[in-house]
């Protein structure tokens, strides 16, 4: 799923030509900084995977902010996106993409397919 994180906002900037919404969906993806974080402190290795035991990607539920809570705040706080002022559409933008990459992070866990 990891190729998708930037696929889907290119798509929809290809359609839109909004240049706001792409960079917020994109900068969406900086909620995988938690990922180097856990590598900072020691908690996973620099070239080792999360989880070697599943054999898959498993974000989901391990990281601080990849879990269901983060994903509903991220969620209503995407509605911003309606709003006419362009600094709290960004925001919305924001927070729609962390979302994204928190759903394509799911169906990632949930299927096992990645792309």
Not at 47 to 57: D, Y
Not at 65 to 72: C, D, E, K, P, Q
Request: charged content about 10%; aromatic content about 20%.
């Amino acid at each position: 799923m990891f190729l998708l994180h930037y696929v889907i906002p290119f798509l929809y900037f290809i359609l839109s030509k909004n240049r706001s919404m792409l960079f917020g969906l994109l900068l969406g993806n900086l909620i995988d900084l938690d990922h180097v974080y856990y590598r900072i402190i020691g908690k996973v290795g620099w070239l080792e995977s999360a989880c070697p035991k599943f054999g898959m990607q498993c974000s989901w539920g391990f990281y601080p902010l990849h879990n269901l809570s983060f994903a509903i705040i991220f969620l209503f706080s995407s509605s911003l996106i309606f709003l006419k002022n362009r600094k709290i559409k960004f925001i919305g933008w924001l927070s729609l993409g962390a979302f994204l990459n928190l759903f394509l992070d799911y169906i990632h866990l949930a299927t096992g397919i990645g792309i």
